[in-house]
């Protein structure tokens, strides 16, 4: 693997893919794997210039990071790749107890031996940006700062009370943390600025990206301070979007591929965890489209008779695929929906609704011998993914006009999944008509 560009591990499924999505759609070809992959599924993706984790961090506590985090992020480094990231989401949601995202960035400065971490929140394909230390993402047109955002200000694990991310991640970490600017980015003698702030860091250094110019100048000190042994760097998929810019200067990637469109698949079937209005806008759009929307209580599905729910919501789906109906079984439509005060009083219950989707859609898939589905929500693919008994995933179809959930291709040994093509979806990601262009194979 010696032509690596970049490894990562992502806090979540859906941001996993988000990065996936971004390389690939712009000639890097990039495998993500559910977890260490043992010596014969890595040579089959030997030819890969990015390799991903897919973790679920983004919902762990820090003592789960500690034990689980620290040996993905050493395999990884062990890859030799010039770049390692740590993905998180962009909207930076976490918490000292649940996704601290300070607790990782420590672990990866410790095991890279770095005196500092650079971190590049922005995307500005993603409608996120930062300026001056603080972070803004769209919602419906409109830019909030996000402790304002009508969603992420009110996030039902992690809600965003702190715009300033050097405030936010000082609730989660002791490392010092400093401020390249736009101001400092953007300075004709930005170079030696950055040094003198890395020479005094210590600790974390955040990289303001408000739209190209100051991401591209991102990624090129990136791709500049980095040191032999592999570099560890935190942040959103903007960081890849940074790099790819530098890479590309220096001819370090080629053009960007084409994808063709896989086409229609006549029967669709999605399952959502997902209370968010974005979603709920999507799950109502979608019975316009054609898809016929099946409600499932999410207590039973992580009560003590959770096996007969989910047994029951299983057949329900498999019976109006077996008339021709694409389907969807979500748990909530939208925050006025949100059971989530009372899955909490039940421990491990937000694990185990995800589990309890997974496997429902597994015996959908297994049953119908369907080409294609659709998990929702960030925290939900995360963990109902792994009951597909998928090992890896590929790009099948980027989706450039709202990047972040593209359509995949599902690698693994076993046979009903193997070569599924699955589209994993975060809950603000998307246009309204999200889920019946994925049922189309529609690129744009």
């Not at 089959?44 to 993905?72: E, N, V």
Request: a negative charge.
């Amino acid at each position: 693997m010696n032509d690596l560009l970049i490894s990562y591990y992502g806090d979540d499924f859906t941001g996993s893919t988000d990065v996936m999505e971004a390389l690939a759609s712009n000639g890097v070809p990039t495998v993500l794997f559910l977890g260490i992959p043992d010596a014969g599924l890595l040579e089959r993706f030997k030819d890969c210039r990015a390799i991903g984790i897919a973790g679920t961090s983004r919902s762990q506590t820090p003592d789960w990071m500690q034990r689980h985090l620290t040996p993905a992020l050493k395999w990884l480094k062990g890859l030799g790749a010039d770049i390692c990231h740590y993905k998180v989401c962009s909207t930076f949601d976490s918490s000292p107890q649940i996704g601290n995202i300070g607790k990782a960035i420590e672990i990866g400065h410790a095991l890279f031996a770095q005196p500092f971490v650079p971190v590049v929140v922005g995307a500005p394909q993603l409608k996120r940006y930062t300026a001056f230390g603080h972070l803004f993402a769209a919602y419906q047109g409109d830019v909030y700062r996000i402790d304002r955002h009508p969603v992420m200000s009110r996030h039902p694990v992690t809600p965003m009370d702190e715009a300033d991310l050097a405030l936010h991640l000082g609730k989660q970490t002791s490392l010092p943390v400093s401020l390249a600017d736009l101001v400092t980015i953007s300075a004709e003698d930005a170079d030696e600025r950055l040094d003198r702030l890395a020479a005094k860091s210590g600790g974390i250094m955040l990289l303001d990206v408000d739209g190209p110019q100051t991401q591209a100048a991102a990624g090129r000190q990136l791709w500049r301070l980095k040191t032999q042994g592999g570099f560890f760097v935190a942040g959103s998929s903007g960081v890849e979007y940074a790099l790819l810019a530098a890479w590309r200067d220096q001819g370090l990637i080629g053009e960007r591929p084409a994808f063709a469109s896989p086409g229609k698949v006549e029967r669709l079937a999605v399952v959502s965890g997902s209370v968010s209005p974005t979603t709920e806008r999507q799950i109502r759009q979608a019975t316009a489209d054609g898809f016929d929307g099946i409600p499932i209580d999410p207590i039973a599905l992580v009560s003590d008779a959770a096996g007969q729910a989910i047994e029951d919501a299983a057949r329900a789906g498999i019976d109006r695929l077996k008339a021709g109906r694409s389907v969807i079984l979500h748990t909530a439509l939208g925050p006025s929906a949100d059971r989530g005060s009372d899955i909490d009083r039940i421990p491990g219950a937000r694990h185990r609704l995800g589990q309890s989707l997974g496997i429902i859609l597994r015996r959908i898939v297994e049953h119908e011998q369907l080409s294609r589905a659709v998990i929702a929500g960030g925290d939900t693919s995360s963990h109902a993914l792994k009951e597909l008994r998928v090992e890896a995933l590929t790009t099948l179809l980027p989706l450039p006009q709202t990047p972040g959930s593209p359509l995949c291709l599902a690698h693994g040994g076993y046979v009903p999944t193997n070569g599924l093509q699955i589209a994993l979806k975060g809950g603000q990601v998307g246009t309204d008509d999200y889920f019946a262009q994925i049922r189309d194979g529609r690129g744009a």
